[in-house]
């Protein structure tokens, strides 16, 4: 199994970035994929989840600013950031798992992550 982030960068508040997490190694289109973000001395943090079916939750801190979207086609999943905030900056992984944990930690499978940095 891989998950292979990208798109992560340097912004300024208010810009936007799109990542990508290109899965292989699994039946893609019948997992739960989930983003979620940490930074140094916190725990890791669910950002947006979607189910097999596609169906999407939200954090909170991000709902209508944020987008998951998965390509089963590709086997990619990707997360569109909008008016983002230094508060978002951190490390985003992608996850995977047969299971739906939603926006909880507990995905079988991450990625290495990609970083993205928000300035004010």
């Known amino acids: 199994v891989q998950l292979a982030e990208s798109g992560g960068g340097s912004v300024q508040a208010g810009g936007s970035l799109r990542l990508s997490c290109v899965a292989s190694?699994?039946?893609?289109?019948?997992?739960?994929m989930g983003w979620f973000r940490q930074v140094p001395g916190k725990e890791r943090e669910g950002v947006a989840s979607?189910?097999?079916?596609?169906?999407?939750t939200y954090a909170l801190s991000v709902k209508g600013r944020f987008t998951i979207s998965k390509d089963n086609a590709e086997n990619t999943l990707y997360l569109h950031m909008n008016s983002l905030k230094p508060e978002d900056t951190g490390m985003y992984y992608c996850?995977?798992?047969?299971?739906?944990?939603?926006?909880?930690?507990?995905?079988?499978?991450w990625g290495q992550g990609t970083q993205v940095t928000v300035s004010s």
């Open positions: 979607i189910d097999s079916d596609g169906a999407p």
């Open positions: 996850a995977a798992d047969a299971l739906c944990w939603s926006l909880r930690a507990n995905y079988k499978y």
């Open positions: 190694g699994f039946p893609y289109s019948r997992y739960c």
